[in-house]
């Protein structure tokens, strides 16, 4: 972790109003920088690697009526819009790409086409891109339909490890970031009766040493769905090992599915280099009953992952709709961003968030959530959602995050960056305070709609002298004020993502 920087909001407001509405928010420090334009938008995917010293280059992909790939080079501004070449062939879906190095910078894209899984492969030459691997197909002619294909790559040997399911089977394969040596099918059946698979591909950093595939996917299991997690030797599926070595195969949650629960699409990230087999993430949506959970799983040197909610403790973020998370690392820092639909926030328009772990330092660590939570767009008077996050392979002095988002109502791609540790865009002012009596004579309640466990109560006189302070232990806290004399004060309530200062009257 680099550096991080905590923002203090006091919003005052000077009303002697019963019922206080906060609901503004903090404009963003940096304006959203537009990628591309194309209308129905499903799912955009995006890579940053530093391809010369402290220098990055980034790439984000897109599908809709216009897919293409977005470049922008840090070095000296160039950037620009590429249409993928699986368009002259028929609608492309659900892309996602990844960049390598292997004397010029490759961008390496996997797609749905006319239901079947391509991939194309685009190289540079420092001021434009040319297609160097037509569109080719990788799953065999069957007439099954394919879906959720995914892509992750290692960076240090250039090789991409390909995911995606086909029929009720998730496969895999891996091959050379320039196309080559990619098989002409899978090569391994990961799991039957499961969806939506993801990938992750990393080095392990101490013995015993590997180069491991994490693969994720929901496995249907009678009335239950199941999160699995599925592991193999990088090496084994670039020689076409039959089987490949297999390091782990489990199930890490479940979830009934009557009522409409059940676990959204899951979504897999590592660090580049890890300490032992088992260090990752992987994020899931998990709906039970009428709340949405974005929970992220580690493993931490063990068998058993580490779980982390990413919304239960932020103002019932969880009562609405939450989905899509998406996952990444900015050196070792993993972001998580997802969509919200909350209209105490943004009056039922979707909105991007996004929330940060705090760095990881080995076994036992505690594993958090930094206080903040984020909006990435700047605006919100838009619907905005399909995030996607990277940052992993760009240099220690820069490292940065790149969140790339869709913007339905303009029908633009947008991203933005920010370096590591650097947190804030957007920070919501989320939470809605009722006092009562006002003016108040003997005691004033006040009613929290927020973390109440990690929150306090002051109370200043209007020459900003402090005459109370209390822990909160309820949502409904009764001040006692009987011993102050009549005049004005404020009310200060300090959580862990604001700091509201609120005015009223003692009057005898």
């Keep these: 972790m680099k550096y991080f920087t905590k923002f203090t909001i006091v919003l005052i407001l000077f009303s002697l109003t019963s019922n206080i509405n906060i609901d503004a928010q903090i404009v963003a420090t940096l304006t959203d920088k537009v990628a591309g334009q194309s209308a129905d938008v499903e799912n955009t995917g995006n890579a940053v690697i530093e391809y010369l010293a402290n220098r990055n280059i980034r790439a984000m992909v897109w599908d809709g009526t216009n897919p293409a790939f977005f470049w922008e080079n840090d070095y000296n501004s160039d950037n620009g819009v590429v ?40 190289i540079y030459n420092g001021t434009f891109w040319t297609n160097s691997v037509s569109p080719t197909q990788i799953n065999q002619p069957s007439g099954i339909e394919c879906h959720s294909p995914n892509v992750d790559i290692l960076l240090n040997l250039n090789v991409v490890a390909i995911t995606y399911e086909e029929g009720s089977y998730i496969k895999l394969l891996a091959g050379s970031v320039t196309g080559a040596n990619i098989p002409n099918q899978a090569i391994y059946d990961v ?64 979830v009934g599915t009557s009522g409409g629960d059940g676990f959204g699409v899951p979504r897999t990230a590592s660090t580049e280099y890890c300490d032992a087999v088992n260090d990752y993430q992987i994020v899931v949506l998990k709906k039970m009953g009428n709340q949405y959970f974005i929970n992220s799983y580690n493993y931490n040197n063990t068998n058993s992952p580490y779980l982390v909610n990413f919304n239960s403790n932020l103002t019932n973020l969880m009562d609405f709709t939450n989905c899509k998370p998406s996952v990444g690392y900015a050196g070792d820092e993993c972001v998580v961003a997802w969509t919200i639909d909350d209209p105490k926030i943004n ?6 968030v996004s929330r940060q772990l705090y760095s990881y330092f080995g076994t036992g660590s505690s594993l958090t959530p930094y206080e903040e939570i984020s909006f990435v767009n700047t605006t919100n008077n838009n619907d905005q959602g399909v995030s996607s996050v990277d940052g992993r ?61 990690h929150t306090t109560i002051q109370i200043y006189n209007y020459l900003g002298g402090k005459v109370m302070e209390k822990k909160a232990d309820r949502k409904d806290m009764d001040l006692d004020v009987s011993s102050l004399p009549s005049g004005l004060y404020f009310v200060k309530i300090l959580s862990l993502t604001n700091t509201e200062t609120i005015l009223f009257e003692i009057l005898k």
Excluded at 412 to 421: D, E, F, L, M, W
């Design 393 to 453: 392979y760009t240099t220690n002095s820069n490292n940065e995050k790149l969140i790339t988002f869709y913007d339905e109502s303009n029908q633009q791609i947008k991203y933005k960056v920010r370096p590591a540790g650097s947190w804030t865009f957007r920070k919501p002012k989320t939470t809605t305070c009722t006092l009562y009596p006002n003016p108040a004579s003997t005691n004033l309640t006040i009613q929290l709609q927020l973390d109440f466990e």
């Design 347 to 352: 009056g039922n328009l979707d909105e991007v």
């Design 83 to 122: 249409p993928l070449s699986g368009n002259h062939f028929g609608e492309v879906k659900d892309p996602d790409i990844v960049l390598g190095i292997d004397g010029s910078i490759y961008a390496f894209i996997v797609y749905l086409l006319n239901g079947s899984v391509y991939y194309e492969v685009w």
């Design 191 to 254: 799991n039957s009766d499961s969806r939506d698979p993801d990938v992750s591909v990393y080095f392990t950093s101490t013995p015993p040493l590997f180069y491991v595939v994490n693969v994720t996917y929901i496995n249907q299991q009678g009335n239950s769905e199941e999160l699995w997690i599925s592991k193999f030797d990088l090496w084994d599926l670039v020689t076409n090992t039959m089987p490949p070595g297999t390091f782990l195969n489990t199930s890490i949650d479940n």
